[in-house]
């Protein structure tokens, strides 16, 4: 069973920083894209950052304050996230395709979430 298990999340007051992990776990031969996307209260998900091989993309709200990295040989995906804003609130979903075999289609998995609030 492959697992995604994020951490980092809290409550921090706006401008302030946090750092978002996401570590996989169980039978991986590789790992392709990983992903953070977010949920805020009545909103629809949507996605955060996308980390793949050379490239990175941001949503526009997002740009110039959030960083994504991944280590891959601890199979881990980060979100450094700056200058936090009441509206980046949400549950923070880690997601990512990956190939248990080398036989195997990539195969699309999520966390559970981990819930950042920004409050003064």
């Known amino acids: 069973q492959v697992q995604l298990v994020e951490s980092g999340g809290g409550l921090v007051q706006p401008g302030g920083s946090l750092r978002l992990s996401c570590a996989a776990s169980g039978i991986i031969f590789s790992i392709n894209a990983m992903r953070w996307y977010r949920q805020a209260p009545g909103k629809e998900r949507e996605l955060v950052a996308a980390i793949s091989v050379g490239t990175t993309n941001y949503a526009d709200s997002v740009k110039d304050r959030f960083t994504i990295s991944r280590d891959n040989a601890k199979k881990t995906v980060y979100l450094q996230m700056n200058s936090l804003k009441l509206e980046d609130t949400a549950v923070y979903y880690c997601?990512?395709?990956?190939?248990?075999?080398?036989?195997?289609?990539?195969?699309?998995?999520w966390g559970q979430g981990t819930l950042v609030t920004v409050s003064s």
């Open positions: 997601n990512a395709d990956i190939k248990r075999k080398p036989w195997d289609r990539f195969l699309e998995v």
